[in-house]
């Protein structure tokens, strides 16, 4: 879900790749497949993957997203993907991938319908999910907030309402001691940002507000304090370790990062906008789920005497260490324009909708530009914290598949630039493996290796489907691929 963002000029990006083909090439193991000179060979034990959510592709549920809907405010969901009965065909559909990680999520208005009030026959069907996936040689992610809530927590005044901290965690407790035994990799809240700022800046959720500062605020501090309480609640409910590594619980936080840029990079404001809105967008909350940094007014420092919104910032140790990797979901960058005001101490606007003039060109089914080289930015940025990356969601909107494959072997050409510099990458999971229900988009834009068609449920995987399949089955991008699907014409410049 993300905003029409339009970058510069144009680029040829086969000088990156044949300047990367070789740095890490020719490494197969005795065993593994054997690569050709120029092949982006990934390490040993890369981790490919897919992402998908329950509310875009189960279908019949009731919730606040439904809710909203019904009024008028987004498409109706429907049937989505019929997954909820269909979900043997995808497991086989991603096994048939050749993939080690199934990315899903799990639907807490199925799972507690009331509060307080568990539904034993969802949770029966989620461990049903879980075995098959398990049973086909996937490891499944399991995220159990991506962007849609029971009613009775929307009633409850969702996540703008301290209350949040103690009804997630006590969902992360009962989830994690029901399905610990065929989990260990774990992510709470998808995208937590993107939620916050949807909600309180550009009510792109139910329940939103436009530029709701006091929102903003509340928002922030409660989906910390939420998210590491999941945390703890999962390591003191699973202790089952599923995979026999030693660890029953992994905590992912799965963070969509957009690399910044100014939108006019000679405008002196317009620098210092984009790396408050980086600040405020890519890395206050990691800091606070990392470091215990809990930064409100998003001003970079931390001070416990000021009252915002009637809250308080800190350093806090009930915060602090909940992240033990860090899911990067990268789609675009984020083009930003000064702004004085709109927020204090950040002062900056996104440059949504053609507001910064024209940026350059755009290729996406939603307009999104194209643009690999900003998830190599993103992995750079994000590896000061220590932590073990995996791209968490990467893909693009693309019904004809004609741009995806170009999208795809560009991107993993950037993921494995980052990894040739010594960056910490563990793994890729490409969103999606079916056409599903893209929010406020419903059905039209199509993000699938697998072609939905919704009126028969019938799956045909498009020919994208088979190129990520070879890619996985070689652990590598052949130079032959790199050679063939560029992105001479469509994307912007490099620059990075
Ligand atoms: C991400 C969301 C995911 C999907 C993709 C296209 O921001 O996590 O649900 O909408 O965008």
Redesign the pocket.
Known sequence: ??PAIRPGSRLVLPAVASALAGALCCASSSSGPVHAPGDLVFPDGFQWGV?M?AF?TEGHVENDWTDWAAAGKAPLLGDACDSWNRWPEDVQLAADLGVKVFRMSVEWARIEPQEGAFDEAAIAHYRDVLTAVRKAGMEPLVTLH??TNPRWVAAAGGWADPRIVESFKAYAAFVGQRLGDLVDQWNPQ??SV?YITGLSLVNTFPGGQIFDLDLLHRMFRHTVFANAAAVDALRASDTKDADGDGKPVVAWL?H?TSPTYPADPENPDDVTAAANWDYLYNLAFVNALVKGELDLDFDRKIDPTIDISGLHEGIFDELKGRVDLLGI?Y?ARNFVMASPGLIPNVDALPCVNGMCGDLGPVAGDNGNEVYPPGLYRALKEFAPFGLPLTVS?N?V?DAADTLRPAFLVQHLAQVHRAIAEGIDVRGYLH??LLD?Y??ASGYT?K?GLVAVDFATQARTPRPSFALYRDIAAANAVPKTALDQWTLDGIVAAPGD
């Open positions: 879900m993300r992402a959510s875009q991506h962007f998808n995208e993107v799965v969509a979901n789609y969601e893909g909107a969103w999606s599903n893209e929010w834009m993000f």
